[in-house]
């Protein structure tokens, strides 16, 4: 798979009604996983605050630690678009701030876009990444840099005040310049209305079947994450408990001396050997 993917061609696959793959990649194996298996858009979250670096919640991730990590993603792959997530605090302060920040995501970390959270809150952000010549992607309805001020990891827009709020942040990020916009945790009615409403592509995460495309963790569809599963994740495969199981067999193997086999290690030529051993010069230089 190496031809790239463009942000137009994300848009045409809107206008034709062909679904959108996206997943979240943190480095250089999952990145040529995802890559290899053909997904539009691979998403360095800032999750790996919790997948990769075992935080509680998003807000501790740095910008250095999302860029050691893009860095490591833009090796793995070359047909998906490359979206660098903004860390908690590094598009709040100020608009030379958030620009200076998401240039670093693209000069540095290798990424096509950024994507960062919230609606008209953050609207002159948005603007300002834009108009420096970065795309950036929305992402709306739960908000886990917020999670805190939500009320915890709740479903979002379910009364009609906040479904048309939501409605009015999506049409100004799309008003704004975003080229797409991520829907977290909405009911599934509502994110059809917003995706409907919306000439750039959504792509929902627990918002149902209607939306544009569709993003997931690696870790918790691949089951590599195990403190907790939201009811959007399907799970796709159990990798933890295979991966534990190879892992406790090397161990018992190693300790009951079953590994390394002859087929794992090398041979000398007797001669040399005993050249080594009783005087003369070292090995064969058999190739590793
Ligand atoms: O950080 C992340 O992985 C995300 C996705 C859940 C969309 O923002």
Redesign the pocket.
């Known amino acids: 798979m190496s031809k790239k993917i463009t942000l137009l061609e994300l848009q045409q696959k809107k206008e034709a009604g062909q679904p959108i793959t996206?997943l979240?990649a943190y480095d250089y194996p999952s990145a040529t996983l995802v890559d290899e298996a053909g997904t539009d858009i691979i998403?360095v979250?800032?999750?790996?605050a919790m997948t990769m670096l075992g935080h509680d919640d998003?807000t501790a991730v740095t910008m250095d630690e999302m860029l050691h990590h893009c860095k490591a993603v833009k090796r793995g792959a070359n047909h998906a678009v490359l979206v660098g997530?903004m860390p908690f605090m590094s598009y709040q302060i100020s608009k030379s701030e958030s620009i200076r920040n998401a240039g670093r995501f693209i000069k540095e970390g290798g990424m096509d876009t950024v994507?960062l959270?919230g609606g008209r809150e953050v609207i002159d952000m948005v603007r300002a990444i834009i108009n420096a010549g970065i795309p950036v992607m929305g992402?709306l309805g739960l908000t886990?840099q917020t999670a805190t001020k939500l009320g915890g990891y709740k479903v979002q827009a379910k009364t009609a005040d906040s479904a048309q709020r939501l409605t009015e942040d999506a049409l100004a990020l799309q008003e704004a310049g975003c080229y797409a916009i991520?829907i977290?945790a909405v009911p599934v009615l509502v994110a059809e209305a917003v995706s409907k409403k919306l000439r750039i592509p959504t792509?929902g995460?627990g918002a149902g079947v209607h939306c544009d495309g569709q993003?997931?963790?690696f870790h918790d569809m691949l089951g590599l994450f195990d403190r907790f599963t939201p009811k959007f994740v399907k799970r796709y495969s159990n990798l933890r408990p295979r991966i534990l199981n190879a892992l406790r067999s090397y161990n018992e193997e190693v300790a009951t001396r079953q590994f390394p086999a002859q087929a794992h290690s090398f041979k000398i030529d007797e001669a040399e050997m005993e050249l080594f051993l009783y005087g003369g010069k070292n090995g064969s230089g058999e190739t590793v």
């Open positions: 996206m979240t998403l979250g800032d999750s790996l998003t997530d994507k959270e992402h886990p991520v977290e792509i995460i993003v997931l963790v």
